[in-house]
């Protein structure tokens, strides 16, 4: 009954939101390819019984490339069709996973639009990052007879809370899955009070663990520093993936610290590059100078001392390059923790032994976030008032920054291995595919 109550709400917006969606595809090329990817038309695969992974955005997709280019490394033969919700996890996939066969975006979990997608694909098996439980996927790919398994599970106490409301509606659909490879007992608690058979449950740690991370030289950071117009002098506070009630906040601390530290420079970045024209009416409310990434070139021909002054604020606003400017960081402060979202993944800057420090709200990523306060790896402020005077005693005290920054760092090499992990548990499923490959070619 509920799944039925369910469709039925689904056709329902199909059918009111369609010319809405049709009036602005005529206008919009980019959006009208789109759409016709989310009603499940695609141009046909040049290969048969793919992979088929689901990662909704940028993180699921970064968890999943060390696990991609595993299974690759197993069987090079294998193909992967990737699929992803959002565009900008879209992108992610074709600049990051080159090892995908195919990357399209996820359609509308709609039964008949489902329906088709899976027959078009044709998935041998379907690998599911962290909580992208779409119930007639499963039931779609369940009911064919598709192995289907969660991989780096994560049930947020947000998400558990709407689960259990709609509790009826996922225990129809767990029983399909095959396995749920959870990333911490936390989590295998909350996916089998939603449903999940406890047999079928595995903790095998976080992917994101063991993400690819850059390696510099010298010479390569210097050559980013120069892109930014940084000198030497610097000390560069960079706040990646804010939002909104985030940006006035850490401007104001910013014009405050830069009176005892007039060389400091916030490198802002916010989660969503839609957003970046309204940090920029911000950034004329608080008068604060700033330039965009995108604006910046270096003149090469001038000496270093003719180049410009440093910008008070330089506003990113290309994707994917985050990462790799944490490696000039002085300060690292993740977004998303000093309003109610739940806070970002706190690992990338550590790679570079970075002092990370973060805000209370860091439910998203709860375990992580206190496991690495608990090992003096971050620094967890409890509001405007304590980040700033954390802030200020940090830019005056290069040797705290560094142990936390060392300890960060030790954390993460830690808990590395959760690849292996993963692919052991679904090694059985990828030699059944294989197995069944050969029987055909013979």
Known sequence: MVHLLYDILLTLFLIFSSPYFFLRSLAQRRLREGLFQRMGFFPGLPFRRPIWIHAASVGEVFCSVPLVRRIKRDDPDCKIVLTTMTRTGNEAAKNKIPEADSVLLFPMDHPLVIGRMVKKIQPELLLIAETELWPNLLRSCGKKGIPIILFNGRISQKSFRRYLFVK??????????????????????????????????????????????????????????????????????????????????????????????????????????????????????????????????????????ESRESPDVILLDTMGELMNFYSLGTL????????????????????????????????????????????????????????????????????????????????????????ERVFEEIRPFLKNIADHKSKISN
């Open 332 to 419: 690292v402060f993740v977004g998303g923790s000093l309003v109610p979202v739940g806070g970002h993944n706190p690992l990338e800057p550590l790679f570079f032994k970075k002092c990370v420090l973060f805000g209370p709200y860091m439910f998203n990523f709860l375990e992580i976030s206190r496991s690495l306060v608990e090992a003096g790896g971050a620094i967890q402020v409890k509001g405007i008032e304590d980040l700033s005077l954390r802030l200020k005693c940090l830019l005056s005290d290069e040797g705290a920054r560094k142990e936390v920054g060392e300890k960060g760092y030790q954390f993460l090499e830690k808990h590395r291995g959760a690849t």
């Open 168 to 305: 009826s509606l996922f225990q129809d659909c767990l029983k399909y899955l095959s396995l749920f490879l959870m990333q911490t007992e936390e989590d295998r608690s909350r996916i089998i009070n939603i449903g999940a058979p406890l047999e079928r449950t595995r903790v095998t740690g976080n992917l994101k663990f063991d993400q690819p991370f850059p390696s510099f030289s010298q010479e390569k950071m210097t050559e980013m520093a120069n892109s930014l117009g940084l000198q030497t002098k610097e000390s560069v506070l960079i706040a990646g993936s804010t939002h909104p009630g985030e940006e006035e906040i850490l401007l104001r601390l910013v014009k405050t610290l830069r009176k005892d530290n007039p060389h400091l420079v916030l490198i802002l970045a916010p989660r969503h590059l839609e957003r970046v024209e309204e940090v920029e009416s911000i950034l004329r409310k608080e008068s604060v100078p700033w330039i965009r990434k995108t604006s910046l070139s270096i003149d090469r021909g001038r000496s270093h001392q």
